[in-house]
């Protein structure tokens, strides 16, 4: 498992200063894709910075999500008929991101209101964009369900609670698995600050996530010049085929 370090460094802002906040740095900002790609583990740590003493209120909070390249997602449901199995529905989910991962320092309820989850867009199915479905289409919900459902079989998706470890109020810290099925594209970090159940203060950056080497020529020439794609396909199993015959007809003569 390779190791993507995510340091989260303060700096003071000019301009009308909150009284606590974050400001996120990275020491790495790719994650290269290869042949023998198993995943990576992105740790994620940092501070707070306050220009008062801490409040004597509710304990500070730390929310931190990694989301993927968002797409539009086409969801079919099907149904048995006649002992076949066909599709009777469908809905185009808006936008999904294509990994998307929750983690905070306590149960999601406590750290996050259902006002702010709706304005920042924090849970996973606030994450998940569907403006409606056709008025014949009955439970268009569970198509945006259906999604968080398979993705989260696929362990593209997550809500890691208690995973955020604060220290003192002050220091913070976490680690994020991201498997070997990854998207490429820009990957968005954030990392949220609250008290109440309010966010306090935010912050986010991007992480790229790229094939490399024989994976993105490979990947490229599919996109940009697929006739010369398939030639070579073609060939590599003409190739192996003939390959495998006279292995086999070697085998059989002794």
Do not use: C
């Not at 076949?84 to 996050?112: C, E, K, R």
């Not at 569907?130 to 999604?147: C, K, L, P, T, Y």
């Amino acid at each position: 498992m390779r190791r993507l370090l995510i340091a989260a460094l303060i700096f003071a802002l000019p301009v009308q200063a909150a009284e606590e906040e974050v400001v996120l740095g990275l020491s790495q900002d790719r994650v290269a894709i290869t042949a023998d790609f198993d995943g990576s583990e992105i740790l994620i740590f940092g501070a707070v910075k306050r220009e008062t003493p801490i409040p004597d209120t509710e304990p500070l909070e730390v929310i931190v999500t990694v989301s993927g390249p968002d797409h539009p997602v086409l969801v079919r449901r099907k149904e048995r008929k006649l002992g076949i199995w066909v599709n009777v529905d469908a809905v185009l989910v808006d936008s999904a991101p294509s990994f998307y991962v929750v983690a905070t320092s306590a149960p999601f309820d406590q750290v996050l209101t259902d006002i702010e989850d709706l304005r920042y867009r924090v849970s996973i199915e606030r994450a998940i964009r569907s403006v409606g479905a056709a008025m014949h289409i009955r439970g268009a919900q569970e198509f945006a369900d259906a999604v968080v459902r398979v993705r989260a079989n696929e362990q593209l998706y997550a809500v890691r609670e208690n995973t955020v470890a604060v220290d003192q109020q002050t220091l913070f810290r976490t680690a994020i698995d991201m498997p070997a099925n990854l998207t490429e594209g820009d990957y968005t970090a954030r990392i949220f600050l609250t008290r109440s159940g309010k966010v306090v203060s935010s912050y986010e950056t991007t992480i790229d996530v790229r094939k490399v080497g024989l994976e993105r020529f490979l990947f490229t020439m599919s996109r940009e010049q697929p006739f010369l794609y398939g030639l070579m396909s073609l060939a590599i199993a003409i190739a192996a085929g003939w390959g495998a015959s006279a292995a086999f007809r070697l085998l059989r003569n002794n």
